[in-house]
């Protein structure tokens, strides 16, 4: 508030973890322990922040232990709603498969997807995330494994469609190229905004060697400052000339 910022006090937590004897005194003084849990008191003011170990934070969890498996349940939990909502598309015989698998891929992988390699993901975060994928396919096609005894890839295969495995290489590679396009883009402008004299400043290198294109059939010149000043005997390194010298 001091900065300007509008603060949602409801919707704020405190996220706390701390040893030794100055968070026992830190805790002493200013967390209050009720029966509806710990509560951080703000100084000079009547405000009590509730104290939590994890909390949703823009549709990921964060905390300070296993946050990557949290974030994989939200995830789940969010993906298996959005399927819900779009089962009786996805699932109806009427449409054709390849309209189901193209508004799976642009509605539920997506809400799977979301956040999960920001925050990490661990083995065990990754086999519940292919599982979740199987058993959607299974549910869009109507192929119980307890019934058809097909294996997962075998099932993906017969259907010509991208394994689990390949459809988190590619969020990631299509994340990190994003990420690269936004940093580019940042370079750019903040080039763009470089005043003249900061520009003019710039050390300007020599740009020979990628003008003409290097011949290795041809001798390197030998540079002048690795000469022996007693025997004028050159060296290609500055470490070969000072053994010679001692």
Same mark, same amino acid.
């Given at each position: ?82 399927? $819900?909502? &779009?089962? #009786?598309?996805?699932? =109806?015989?009427?449409?054709?498969? *390849? ?78 190229? $994003?990420? &690269?396009? #936004?940093?580019?883009? =940042?370079?750019?402008?903040?080039? *763009? ?54």
């Amino acid at each position: 508030r001091m900065y300007g910022f509008s603060i949602n006090i409801d919707k704020s937590v405190v996220l706390f973890r701390a040893v030794g004897k100055g968070a026992h005194r830190f805790t002493k003084r200013w967390i209050v322990r009720t029966k509806a849990g710990p509560f951080l008191t703000l100084p000079d003011s009547s405000i009590r922040l509730p104290m939590v170990s994890k909390t949703a934070y823009l549709g990921v969890i964060i905390g300070y232990r296993a946050w990557e498996m949290d974030t994989v349940a939200r995830r789940a939990q969010a993906a298996h709603m959005c399927f $819900s909502t &779009l089962r #009786k598309w996805l699932t =109806a015989q009427c449409v054709p498969q *390849d309209i189901r698998f193209r508004l799976y891929h642009q509605c539920i992988v997506p809400t799977l997807m979301y956040g999960i390699h920001e925050m990490g993901i661990t083995q065990k975060g990754f086999r519940k995330i292919v599982s979740i994928i199987n058993v959607h396919y299974r549910r869009m096609i109507r192929a119980p494994v307890h019934l058809t005894h097909e294996s997962t890839q075998y099932m993906f295969c017969r259907l010509n469609q991208p394994s689990p495995w390949a459809i988190l290489q590619s969020h990631n590679l299509r994340l990190r190229q $994003s990420l &690269l396009h #936004k940093i580019q883009q =940042a370079v750019e402008s903040a080039m *763009d905004d470089q005043p003249p004299d900061a520009i003019a400043l710039t050390p300007d290198y020599p740009t020979s060697h990628l003008d003409t294109p290097s011949d290795s059939s041809q001798p390197h010149a030998q540079d002048p400052s690795l000469e022996c000043p007693e025997c004028h005997r050159q060296f290609n390194q500055a470490g070969i000339l000072k053994r010679h010298m001692r």
